[in-house]
Structures are given as structure tokens and as C-alpha cells.
């Protein structure tokens, strides 16, 4: 069994490496998924498990401090590990460290949704939220669409969006922080939010024609980042149906509504990838609910341990 450090994933990964590892796995069969959650006090411990027949198995642990953040000194707000299992055999290959692997599987989940959605095209980022997920999405987003030119950000304290864009500024990138998120919305050609919201955030009539809009904070039946407008103005997709349908209130609460129905979602990353669903026009506009899951932690911990093995 090998540990592999945060350093060690790092040392292999990039945003292409993790968009395409997350590409192959989308061409095999879909996995078996179970997940659990448990809360206390506003902190949550998540176990997610995943099978994928040729591939491997795996399990990941997590905890969810969301004030980890603010404290001193700051502490991630998403702490843990994964296990990756040998497929035919049964034992464990590697232990990897979970906050690392987490930030290359989200934000490589979302580029790759946007690689199969957002028009090739489009110039201009809005990131909704300036957490610890911010600037991963951001440079995964620019890897598949290098002809993003401008990223506003827009956050609830906006001292923390002012000091992610001067980060940006710092690496050359052209980003400002922006005070209305209703402007900002009508002006974004994509839309990334990564927020802890219980309410709607992004309102669907302010979208502009031929926007994508990559939802990637909302992992409880509770949350919310969206609109009904937003998913009933978009062509809405999900990365997985087993992961968003009946776990999140991206999801779950406008069904219940019966504002959508299942076959409102037009596909899952599987869909997408294999070319079996995506854009229609130039005009139309797209919603991509990331709602995580272990198998693409363990696509990506699968890649990142044979690479690292064959340092």
C-alpha cells in the first residue's frame, strides 16, 4: 500500500491530466454509488463509496467545517482522505490525501462539463464565491476554454473576491471583483458558483443567450445556488443522476415543486462525453450541476496513483 501525500499529487497532476482522466472513466459503465451523510451542528462528516468495474473501487471520508476557513489560523473547510482498492483483487493500493484529490476532481468535473456545453467561444467568467474552491475552478475552467479573457468575482464579503482577483492579476490573468451579481450574471458568457447557500443566488432572467452555467456548491437537499429560471430558461444536465436526483436541492426542491421533471435533465456526464447528448446552438443556454461522487475521486485517485507509481 502506498501513501500518497498531497505533494505527490501535485507533482503529477494538472488540469489537463485530471480532465482527461475523468474522460476515460466516462467511458466506461456507470458506478455503483453509496453515500453517508451525517451532521452535527452545522459540521457534517460525508463517507462516499464507489465501484467501477475495471477500473477500481474506493471510499472517501470526508469532513465539512464550513468555519475552518475564518479560523486562526485558517483551516481547510473540507478535510479527509481516500482509499483506493485494487479492482480484481480486492486490497488496498494507496491511501491519498482527500483536499488536494478533492479540488483536481471538482474542478476538473466542471471543466469537463464545460468542455462538452460552454460555446468554445466564450470571453468572459463570472465566479460566484471566493472560497477555497474559487481559483481551482477558475484554472480548470481557462484550461478547456483558453479564450476566457476576463474573471469577475462576485462573493457576500467582498474583500475576499477583491483579494482572489488581485491574486489573478498577480499571475497575469484580467479579474476584478464586482459588488452586483445581477450585472455581473447578465454579462458572463459562464457562470462558476461555488457557494454554501440555502437560497438562490443566480437568477435564470438575467442570463444572457448562449450562456453556461457550471452550479458546483449545493451537496445538500437543502442548498441552493440557482433559480427555477435558471434550470427552466437552460438545458439542464447533471454529472451524475445518481448523485444530484434525491441528494441535492439544486435538484430535489424544483422537482418537488414540480417546476422540472426527470426528463427535464437532458443527460449526465456520461451522456456527454460519450456524444449522446451536449449544446444544440450557440444561442441556447446550459446548466451543469457538479454534484460529486466517489467515482470520480476514484478515476482521479486511480490516475494519480499510477502515475505516481511510475515515478
Not at 476538473?108 to 468554445?120: E, N, V
Request: proline content about 4%; charged content about 20%; overall charge negative.
Amino acid at each position: 500500500m502506498r501513501i500518497v501525500t498531497g505533494n505527490d499529487i501535485r507533482s503529477v497532476c494538472s488540469w489537463p491530466f485530471a480532465v482527461e482522466a475523468l474522460r476515460a472513466g466516462h467511458m466506461l459503465a456507470p458506478a455503483e454509488l453509496r453515500d453517508s451523510l451525517v451532521e452535527n451542528s452545522g459540521r457534517k462528516m460525508l463517507v462516499r463509496t464507489a465501484w467501477i468495474a475495471g477500473l477500481a473501487s474506493g471510499v472517501k471520508a470526508v469532513t465539512i467545517y464550513p468555519e475552518n476557513p475564518s479560523q486562526q489560523p485558517p483551516r481547510p473547510s473540507v478535510q479527509g482522505q481516500v482509499l483506493l482498492f485494487d479492482e480484481a483483487g480486492g486490497h488496498v493500493v494507496a491511501v491519498l490525501e482527500g483536499v488536494d484529490l478533492t479540488a483536481w476532481k471538482t474542478g476538473g468535473d466542471s471543466a469537463l462539463g464545460s468542455s462538452c456545453l460552454s460555446r468554445p467561444d466564450v470571453k468572459t467568467m463570472l465566479m460566484v464565491g471566493a472560497g477555497s474552491m474559487a481559483r481551482p475552478l477558475i484554472d480548470a475552467h481557462r484550461s478547456v476554454r483558453p479564450s476566457l479573457d476576463t474573471v469577475m468575482i462576485w462573493n457576500r464579503n467582498i474583500a475576499r473576491a477583491e483579494e482572489l482577483a488581485k491574486a489573478l492579476g498577480a499571475d497575469g490573468i484580467t479579474a476584478k471583483a464586482v459588488a452586483d451579481l445581477d450585472d455581473a450574471v447578465s454579462r458572463a458568457d459562464l457562470i462558476s458558483s461555488a457557494t454554501m447557500s440555502l437560497e438562490p443566488l443566480i437568477k435564470g432572467g438575467a442570463l444572457k443567450k448562449g450562456a453556461h452555467v457550471d452550479l458546483v456548491g449545493a451537496y445538500t437537499p437543502t442548498m441552493r445556488e440557482a433559480d427555477d429560471a435558471v434550470l427552466t430558461r437552460g438545458r439542464f444536465f447533471v454529472d451524475s443522476y445518481a448523485t444530484t436526483i434525491g441528494h441535492i436541492g439544486e435538484v430535489m426542491i424544483p422537482m418537488a415543486s414540480g417546476v422540472i421533471s426527470r426528463d427535464d435533465i437532458q443527460g449526465d456526464m456520461h451522456d456527454l462525453v460519450q456524444g449522446k447528448a451536449g449544446r444544440q446552438s450557440d444561442d441556447e443556454i446550459t446548466v451543469f450541476k457538479n454534484g460529486g461522487g466517489a467515482h470520480l475521486d476514484v478515476m482521479i485517485a486511480h490516475a494519480v496513483y499510477g502515475a505516481v507509481d511510475n515515478l
